[in-house]
């Protein structure tokens, strides 16, 4: 049965475990870079497929240069944790994948203007996702876009 799971703190821990503080800088001063990464069920060959991961990674990573955060992954280590991640849950099925990078420090205060740049964490999550089995019928389609035109 699958189980939902998290990356959090350095381990694989149940989803409902995985918790900031109310304190946590980036809370407050949205301090954080994330990415959104499909896997998607192959039924007929048993076998997740992730979407195009190095390249979410590797700009997840980029983020983090550019929010002042050193995550002490590479892109192949954070595929690697993924994977693991992804066997330990035992999901079957299509997943959404969110790997976010925040300032983890609990305080509620400009970081740089103290001279500091936080103590930043990665965190990876998934939960399964169903697609759309009904979807939305061209006559609905129609009346959106006369309604939202361009």
Partial sequence: MAEAL????????????ANVNITTHALHYGTAVFEGIRGNWNEAKGEMHIFRAREHYERLLQGCKIMLMDIPYS??????????LLKRTGYREDVYIRPIAYKSEELVANLIHQGRRGDPLLHLFMEAHRRHRNPISSEDRRALRQQHPG
Avoid: H, N, Q, S
């Fill in 75 to 84: 892109a192949d280590e954070l595929m690697d944790i993924t994977v693991e």
């Fill in 6 to 17: 998290a990356y959090f703190r350095g381990g694989y821990v149940p989803l409902a475990d």
